[in-house]
């Protein structure tokens, strides 16, 4: 049972344009909300994170919405540039310090 | 460069072995968690320890252990090792107390191949 999912496995944008990324979740207690970014041989890197007081969060070119009456949150990178090409997780968690729950991830192309 | 550091980057086996990998996290994070990254099944939780105390579990096989010294580094054994167990094993540490976040900063992985 997936309780996290990121349904598009790939996106393509265009340099200077928005990327959207996508993320649903089923748990209910998940309060803590987490994007990371990641190289191909390298760990993931924490992008931006939101816990469920809040309906967004916003750190440069990134901005997380958080809309928990639909179990969905997304990431919002304005404007996409070409180093932003990497795979994004969103990942959830209960409690600030618990494991985190993660979507399988979306690969995102960003064409110059 | 996230500050938590994984050893060894590659590592290649046979089948029944058994190895350890190691991790050191960010100075002054108590917390350190392991996970594993397979094709099929996405990054899984393994466990996390909490100043040398297993803290939470997740779907860590029994053939695998792991635990947290004094000095806070981790190690995580992986014994009777069979062709699946091939995959990445990152680690990851946090603060615990003082970032409500909650974030976790991950190394760069030990990627295991078993033959």
């Known amino acids: 049972d997936q309780q996290v999912k990121q349904n598009s496995p790939s996106l393509s944008v265009q340099e200077g344009r928005i990327s959207i990324l996508n993320c649903d979740y089923t748990n209910s207690m998940f309060d803590y909300f987490l994007w990371y970014k990641k190289y191909p041989a390298e760990g993931p890197t924490f992008l931006i994170s939101i816990s469920s007081i809040k309906d967004k969060n916003e750190d440069g070119r990134f901005t997380v919405f958080l809309n928990k009456s639909a179990k969905h949150l997304s990431l919002h990178i304005v404007p996409s540039q070409p180093g932003d090409s990497a795979v994004y997780f969103c990942?959830?968690?209960?409690?600030?310090?618990?494991?985190?729950?993660f979507g399988g991830g979306t690969r995102l192309m960003v064409k110059p | 460069d996230s500050g938590v550091t994984q050893t060894p980057k590659h590592l290649i086996t046979a089948t029944g072995q058994r190895v350890t990998l190691r991790c050191s996290p960010r100075?002054?994070?108590?917390?350190v968690y392991w996970y594993q990254q397979s094709l099929d099944q996405g990054l899984q939780f393994l466990i996390q320890?909490?100043?040398?105390?297993?803290?939470a579990k997740g779907n860590i096989l029994e053939r695998f252990s792991a635990q947290q010294f004094p000095d806070l580094h981790s190690e995580l054994n992986l014994s009777s090792l069979e062709l699946g167990d091939s995959a990445l094993y990152f680690c990851?540490?946090?603060?615990?107390?003082?970032?409500?976040?909650?974030?976790?900063?991950f190394g760069p992985g030990t990627r295991l191949t078993v033959l």
């Open positions: 100075s002054g994070d108590l917390s």
């Open positions: 320890y909490y100043n040398g105390e297993e803290r």
């Open positions: 990942a959830a968690s209960p409690n600030a310090g618990n494991m985190l729950t």
């Open positions: 990851a540490s946090s603060v615990q107390t003082g970032d409500p976040s909650g974030t976790q900063y």
